[in-house]
C-alpha cells in the first residue's frame, strides 16, 4: 500500500474521530469491545495506548487504520452524523481497464477532498 493509502486511512480515521468527539481511549474502547465482545479496562488501556503510538509511526499499515475506520462506522453514534460510507462492488459491466481508470479518479477525488478539508481546518 502506498503513502497515499496510509495517509488516506489515517487521515479519515481522524476527520470521523473529530466529527465524533471521540479521543484515542474512546476508540480503543469501542475497537476493543467489537472484537472481544467483553470491557476489561487494562486491555482497553493497552489498546488505547498501542493506538496512539500507530498514529504516531509512519510505517502502520493503512489497514489498521481502516480495520479501526470500519469499526467506528459501525457504531450506532457514527450513523447519527448522516455520513455516507461509500463501498464498491465489483461486476461484469465494466473492463478491467475502465475500472482501473475509474479507481485512478476516484483516488485523485479523495485527495482533493482530504487536501481541501485539511486547508478547511488551518483556516478555522
Not at 493509502?5 to 474521530?17: N, P, Q, T
Not at 495506548?49 to 457514527?78: C, M, N, V, W
Amino acid at each position: 500500500m502506498g503513502t497515499f493509502e496510509k495517509m488516506g486511512a489515517r487521515d479519515e480515521l481522524r476527520k470521523a474521530m473529530r466529527q465524533l468527539g471521540w479521543s484515542t481511549p474512546r476508540l480503543a474502547e469501542v475497537v476493543y469491545v467489537a472484537r472481544n465482545d467483553d470491557d476489561d479496562l487494562e486491555g482497553i488501556a493497552r489498546l488505547a495506548e498501542r493506538i496512539k503510538k500507530e498514529f504516531q509511526r509512519e510505517s502502520t499499515s493503512a489497514d489498521k487504520f481502516y480495520g479501526y475506520l470500519k469499526i467506528l462506522q459501525a457504531h450506532p453514534e457514527y450513523s447519527k452524523l448522516g455520513e455516507v460510507v461509500p463501498v464498491y462492488h465489483s461486476g461484469t459491466a465494466l473492463s478491467p481497464q475502465v475500472e482501473r481508470g475509474m479507481k485512478k479518479i476516484s483516488e485523485q477525488l479523495s485527495k482533493d477532498l482530504l487536501d481541501e478539508e485539511k486547508g478547511r481546518s488551518f483556516e478555522e
